[in-house]
């Protein structure tokens, strides 16, 4: 069986891709999705207190606009119910293939052609792939000792068991980033005890999450343009923020005093402040967003602890002083798989070459979009496209846009490969590394934007405007074209 495009995954950037590929008139492609719902990470997240941490009208496509956000910042289940709503609008469902869990991907170079590999079906060939599986995909367990010892009960935010009862429960959460400051809050609500395990603190803003009125949505449903007026206004708000948390700037002390504000108007007590103050600047790690997480802590079921963890033990979670803390239920508030290294499953592009192999040290693309050696599969949310300050939206429409382009050249010239030259991605790649050493991701704290030896391949070190101009237009100068009744000229 074969199409001209396959779109991998069925979240936020396949469900974009395939309206985008529609709107240009590309009918014949499908989207493989593992899963039997649509929707990724907002399918996949739904632990308590669930959120995003950017405002929704940036939190959305600017091409599928949503004028019944509830409040400035969604939950996790009013997300998903957008991503349902526009999939349906747009008329994109007829070409979700549920259940198609893709193990591998081999280019074949004399067809050029992609077999993609589907766990219990048959293979599928594609003249075009979008790689759309996204960062967020696989949840990460923590690499602790003991680990499969623990008696009672474990939960990962990304896998949460709704159907445990936390009532009178004595739980233990490990990991304060965006996850845990959204959980805590919910289970100090119900559990008997809460521990709340801290490796490194993190910068904490206030979020002000206010309720969109029946009247404003009124007038987002009947201007249009107001609509895009407001997402422009936080669009601009945002950029400004990377003066304070992408490069380390007066603003970024800014930053900093707002988040010790933050801090000393809802910690009392000067020890805990001590222990949630952190000792890097302000943009090293994701700052986190919240009103709810400091009151949570000081709620007199609760306790942070700040000793490291020596190992998980049969029943509860031994610290590097001695001390075992019991617990019936542990939640891993640790995040996803993040791909800075390797690939979800193996690709194989021309010659036999392995892009995991290749990613092994630090995964890195043309502009995220495109890698050489591995002809007409194109990346969403590839390597150094992710924001500091604004929307991953933002940068996945552009990334849409620019391959959606890219393809139509490979179907309206009647193109066997499209594949970006080498010399090129490593002179942009180059550049991008120069500048992401200037940034606060790369001053020295420990962060899931690097790799074990320091290597960043998952920021974009710039505004957001700067990274969707590059992708306004597909040079073809920077690629080299084979036509399908060629075999061995290569033109540009």
Known sequence: MSVDIAVIGAGFAGIGTAIKLRRKGIRDFAILERDSAIGGTWRDNT???????????????GFAPNPDWSHTYSGSAEILRYIETITREHGVMSHIRFGHNVTGMVFDEAAGEWEIAVAGRPALRARAVVLASGPLANASWPDIPGLDTFTGHKIHSARWDHDYDFTGKRVAVIGTGASAVQIVPELVEKAAAVKVFQRTPGWVLPRVNRQTSALVREIYRRVPGAQELARAAWFYGHESVALGVVWNTPLTRVVELVGKAQLRRQVADPWLRRQLTPDFRAGCKRLLMTDDFYPALQRANCKLVTWPIARIAPHGIRTAEGVEHLADCLVFATGFEVGKAGTPFPVLGRGGRSLGDEWARGAYAYRSVAVS??????????????????????????????LVRAIGIILDRDLRTLEVRRDRQDRYNAGLQRRLAATTWNSGCRSWYLTADGFNATMY????????????????????????????AAVS
Not at 47 to 57: F, K, T
Not at 468 to 488: I, K, S
């Open 373 to 402: 050696g591995y002809p007409n599969l194109f990346l969403t949310f590839g390597p150094n496209s992710g924001p500091g300050h604004n929307s991953a939206l933002i940068y996945m429409e552009a990334q849409i846009d620019y």
């Open 461 to 488: 070190p710039g505004f957001a405007g700067q990274y969707t101009h590059q992708l306004r237009a597909v040079r073809l100068d920077d690629y080299a074209a084979m036509p399908r009744r060629a075999r061995t």
């Open 47 to 61: 632990y308590p207190g669930a959120a995003c941490d950017i405002p929704s009208r940036l939190y959305s496509y």
